[in-house]
């Protein structure tokens, strides 16, 4: 029996596994290969780590990790998460089981991107979502927004400061025309057609309307992320609006011993989860320490 089993091992799994070890905890750390950031080549906006590959980022938290006697790492998936508090049973996909005291869930999210032919094979190197990660590295260049006007708009007000020029192209249908007023009113110029399909150039990346243009980058307004795995609904744990875990300041669900931090998890009083590689690391230590003090009162 493990003291705490941490599903997943991006930032938040990493961190929670790395804080549950100093503290000489028994922990399981399953990995199943898929991060969220798995096609991005630099990962940006974290102090110590701009612009450091996520792939090294996880490669050298691996490391810190094995000086730990009481981590252990299995690169598998999990597939059913059962039990109560002190008794939890995670199923793993070759059919055996792992016990532990507490569960930590940091299997993240899944993006689901708006269907663009071509706009999947860019994703993470020449099409992205956020500024914050992103935004920089297209300064003084020509980008586009794909999608939908609300959220368009916002990302106008972000990355307008920074890019040379932006033009907004609608997907699936044209824009309505206050919309399409509203965007060209923030400055940026807006595609009368609908995007038909992208596609990696020398420069940059193509994208086909009704005309054709070449950017240096695309920041995609639409689409929607969903949980990787099935586990939340599985404990039937409380879920937020945004389709997030709702947790406490430590990483508590709704169902005692359960845990959950990273991008898959955010407390009620933000309107979604703020997805960073630094606020996904804080996230796991906060729920590794939420899990140590529910151990220390469990055992005192
Ligand atoms: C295109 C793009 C660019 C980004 N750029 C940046 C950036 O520059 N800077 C930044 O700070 N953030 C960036 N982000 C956001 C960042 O990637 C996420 O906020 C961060 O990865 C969240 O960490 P996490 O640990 O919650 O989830 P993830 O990193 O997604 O990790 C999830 C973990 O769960 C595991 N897992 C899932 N299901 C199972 C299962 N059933 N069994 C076992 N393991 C499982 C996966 O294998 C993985 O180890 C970017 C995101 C995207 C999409």
């Given amino acids: 029996m493990y003291d705490a089993i941490v599903i997943g091992a991006g ?21 199943s290969g898929e991060y969220r950031n798995g096609t991005v080549l630099h990962m940006h906006n974290m102090v110590g780590a701009d612009g450091t590959p996520p ?27 059962t039990g109560v508090e002190d008794a939890f049973v995670v199923g793993l996909v070759d059919g055996s089981e792992v016990e532990g005291r507490r569960v930590i869930l940091a299997t993240g999210v899944a993006d689901e991107l708006p269907t663009a032919p071509g706009l999947q094979d860019l994703w993470g190197t020449l099409a992205f979502s956020c500024p914050f990660c992103d935004g920089h590295e297209h300064a003084g260049k020509d980008i586009a927004i794909i999608g939908a006007a609300p959220r368009a708009e916002h990302l106008i007000g972000l990355l307008g400061r920074i890019v040379a020029s932006i033009t907004v192209v609608p997907i699936g249908e044209k824009f309505a025309d206050d919309d399409l007023r509203a965007l060209e009113a923030k400055g940026a110029q807006v595609s009368r057609t609908p995007i038909a399909s992208v596609e990696r150039v020398d420069d940059g990346v193509r994208i086909l309307t009704d005309d054709e243009r070449v950017v240096a980058g695309v920041f995609v307004a639409a689409g929607a992320m969903r949980q990787r795995s099935p586990f939340a609904a599985q ?29 898959l998890a955010h407390r009620a009083t933000l309107p979604g989860p703020m997805a960073s ?13 939420g899990i140590i003090q529910s151990l220390l009162a469990a055992e005192n």
Avoid at 17 to 30: E, P, Q, V, Y
Avoid at 68 to 76: A, F, G, K, S
Avoid at 281 to 286: E, I, T
């Fill in 11 to 31: 930032p938040a799994g990493l961190q929670a596994a790395l804080t549950l070890g100093r503290m000489h905890r028994s922990t399981l750390l399953l990995d």
């Fill in 55 to 81: 792939a090294e980022f996880r490669a050298t938290a691996r490391t810190e990790l094995a000086a730990y006697d009481d981590v252990e790492i299995r690169e598998t998936a999990a597939t059913s998460v």
């Fill in 235 to 263: 404990l039937g744990l409380d879920m937020l609006e945004s389709g997030c875990i709702e947790i406490d300041e430590f990483g508590r669900t709704s169902r005692p011993g359960v845990f959950a931090a990273g991008d």
């Fill in 277 to 289: 590689v630094l606020l996904a690391a804080a996230a796991g230590q906060l729920a590794a320490v």
